[in-house]
């Protein structure tokens, strides 16, 4: 029989609840429905390793509680934007002439404060000129009142070769052995003399502590 002659039209013929509901879906879908199911995503609907960052907005996309503890490295990071006061600390100082006594002096000091278990690192320099003839000393660092083990005897024994401006200069570098506890620390290179009268030029100091582990 011809389509024209039943009375229907070819798409009326062929409307049923199906066809109509399927329909419906369809443009709620492209419609309002759009903007439901973004608002809803989820992670379950995110493949992974498909975000990159350009589809977070910027500085706010990632926070802390987003990345796993330890994953990020050196390369992802910029290291001139980090704080680096909580992991190492520095101090230094410099002081004029030092006249040495028989008994040791502290020539120069600094003081560094930690807030957790640090190790330090110690680095002194000056220059030892003797007054009167020959002269000799002796310097060690000094870390809270206790001395290192080895000291140096910067100076001549036997002839007065060093004046004002040309000094037997030395220079000291010490590492606790231990970690030192929170709160405040005082550094020194402290020295005394062992022949003639002996001065200590132009000393300084400078400590950094590196927060152990």
Same mark, same amino acid.
């Given at each position: ?56 907005? =910027? +500085? ?9 503890? =330890? ?19 520095? *101090? ?41 003839? #020959?002269?000799?000393?002796?310097? +060690? ?7 290192? #083990? ?28 231990? #970690? *030192? ?21 132009? #000393? ?10």
């Amino acid at each position: 029989m011809d389509d024209s002659q039943d009375g229907a039209s070819p798409i009326r013929r062929h409307l049923n609840y199906a066809n109509v509901t399927a329909t419906l879906a369809l443009l709620f879908a492209m419609a309002g429905g759009a903007a439901y199911a973004v608002d809803k995503l989820g992670s379950h609907d995110i493949a992974n390793n498909s975000i990159r960052s350009i589809d977070l907005k =910027n +500085r706010k996309g990632v926070r802390a509680r987003d990345v796993k503890p =330890n994953s990020l490295t050196g390369r992802q990071i910029q290291e001139r934007t980090l704080a680096t006061g909580s992991l190492a600390r520095v *101090v230094g100082h410099e002081t004029g002439d030092c006249v040495l006594r028989v008994a040791p002096r502290n020539c120069v000091i600094a003081t560094i404060s930690v807030t957790r278990p640090s190790s330090l690192l110690v680095i002194t320099t000056g220059s030892q000129e003797s007054i009167t003839g #020959p002269g000799q000393a002796s310097c +060690r660092i000094s870390i809270d009142g206790v001395d290192e #083990p080895l000291a140096v005897n910067p100076g001549e024994a036997n002839t007065d070769n060093t004046d004002a401006t040309a000094t037997n200069g030395f220079a000291r570098t010490l590492i606790s052995r231990d #970690p *030192v506890g929170a709160g405040q620390h005082i550094v020194a290179l402290r020295c005394k003399r062992l022949l003639g009268q002996v001065r200590i030029d132009d #000393p300084t100091i400078a400590a950094i502590a590196i927060a152990a582990r």
